[in-house]
């Protein structure tokens, strides 16, 4: 298992300015993942933070809106830029630590408001 | 494309009920099923995965090829079952990057 956390649990910001959220497994893991859960919608996938390489984007989000550091095994970080309230969302990251392909751990998520 | 539907957003029953939390899916490679569960306050956890064919709090899934279908069952509902379930499809292949893909999820309440 993996033990996750988040900084900052929630935050309410002004349209036009960004926000970077920290992302902390107590062990060292290989994939680390970022996702939006948009108000009353699912999870979807940002994207793919791999340390040593580029992240890796899903369809419709782009590295200039949401740039991700992987530094090492342990951190990670996403940042929202020039927020809008569309912008509203939790932004949860997970690992991926479990036996099987799929089985992640996720930390308690980011409430971000955007005004 | 992977898609998973959850067609049930909400479902209530009573305590000692069974329940069915429904869940199909779309992909053309082997897919790799899994239940997550958010109870209140508390962040998404693995409830249960398809390959294991485990039961976990008294629930169980069977992965149903034919109808790709991947129904979470519990005989006798719990109070304490009460939560957001969400059915997740972890799909690979042709050795590119597989990502895990999320249905809307089903909000159970079971009643006293």
């Known amino acids: 298992s993996a033990v996750i956390s988040q900084k900052p649990s929630r935050d309410i910001c002004q349209r036009g300015t960004s926000l970077t959220i920290q992302c902390q497994v107590d062990s060292q893991v290989t994939m680390m993942f970022w996702y939006r859960q948009q108000p009353g919608q699912s999870l979807t996938l940002i994207a793919t933070a791999n340390q040593g390489s580029e992240a890796t984007y899903e369809s419709g989000f782009v590295i200039d809106k949401f740039p991700i550091s992987r530094p090492n095994l342990t951190f990670s970080t996403l940042t929202v830029s020039n927020m809008s309230p569309e912008d509203s969302s939790i932004y949860l990251c997970?690992?991926?630590?479990?036996?099987?392909?799929?089985?992640?751990?996720f930390g308690p998520g980011t409430r971000l408001t955007v005004l | 494309a992977q898609r998973v539907t959850q067609p049930e957003k909400l479902l209530s029953v009573f305590k000692g009920a069974p329940v069915e939390l429904k869940c199909n899916y779309s992909?053309?490679?082997?897919?790799?099923l899994f239940w997550y569960v958010q109870y209140s306050r508390q962040r998404l956890q693995l409830l249960l995965r398809h390959i294991s064919r485990e039961s976990i709090k008294g629930f169980t899934a069977d992965l149903n090829k034919g109808e790709t279908s991947f129904h979470l069952k519990k005989p006798f509902a719990q109070e304490e079952d009460s939560a957001m379930y969400y059915c997740?499809?972890?799909?690979?292949?042709?050795?590119?990057?597989?990502?895990?893909?999320f249905g809307k999820g089903t909000l159970l309440t079971v009643n006293p």
């Open positions: 997740a499809l972890s799909g690979s292949s042709g050795g590119s990057n597989y990502k895990l893909t």
């Open positions: 997970s690992v991926e630590a479990g036996r099987e392909m799929g089985e992640q751990f």
């Open positions: 992909y053309s490679g082997s897919p790799e």
